[in-house]
């Protein structure tokens, strides 16, 4: 059986690393192509987008995938809906993998577009604000003058920035001694990130919590209704291991 992971983060990653052991599995994992230098999966890998739901049902069918792991970062709604949508209208079994979010006594907001909003609410103005959403979504905050920013992406921003800017490129991971350096250094009165989950970007909240920084956090958006979810690799190579069973047993 053929599988699909659709790709980008690090439980990807290990998915396909794992999957090269399973026997009677062949499998393709997919990036978005959006990083300059992507860490790249082990195995065969295929770049760049499918052309919306209807062309990644084409490239489902042409490639003859039996069943799809969506292994997508929390926040790439756009990718599971799409996933969703073209499996459903295949018949294709889909299983996303999504390691579970962070928990804590924070601020929460249901989308970053309701941010600016609320870091006028939670700090006095000339206050640092560290901003780590990533870099899709910076142009919402391009206008606040008010406030100074602390911005940290992966790859250069391609959005306008607020007019108070100090950027950091890297891509962790981090300790909790150098988030809580990093931090005290700028000053940083609000961190605003979002509920990725996973141990690799999480020292900054520890590091907040250390220093009484509060945290404002963007809530994942909702899975679409219906689709069969798991935390762990382990949990999705058992449920592979069950689906290409069965598809030897059918065929
Ligand atoms: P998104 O908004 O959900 O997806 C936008 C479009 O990008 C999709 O419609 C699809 O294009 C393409 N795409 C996304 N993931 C893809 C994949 N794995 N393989 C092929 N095409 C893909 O996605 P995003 O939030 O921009 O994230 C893009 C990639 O970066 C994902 O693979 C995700 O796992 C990774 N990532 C995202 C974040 C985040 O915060 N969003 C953080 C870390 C890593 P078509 O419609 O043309 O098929």
Sequence with gaps: MKVLVLGGTGEARQLAAALTELPGIEFVSSLAGRVRDPVLPVGPTRVGGFGG???????L??????????????????????AERACLRLGLPLLVLRRPGWSGNWHRIASIGDAPGRITALVPDDSCVFLTTGRGELAVFATDARHRYLIRTVDPPQQPLPPRTDLL??????????ERDLMRAHQVALLVTKDSGGDLTSAKLAAAEQLGVPVLMVSRPPL??????????????????TVAGAASADG
């Design 61 to 82: 069918r042409t490639e003859r995938v039996g069943a799809v792991v969506d292994a997508t970062h929390p926040f790439a709604a756009v990718m599971t809906r799409h």
């Design 224 to 241: 679409p209704a219906g689709v069969a979810a798991v935390e762990t690799v382990d949990a999705a190579v058992a449920w592979l291991r």
């Design 169 to 178: 490129l890297d891509r962790g991971p981090y300790t909790v001694d150098g």
């Design 53 to 59: 739901i209807g062309g990644l049902v084409r490239y």
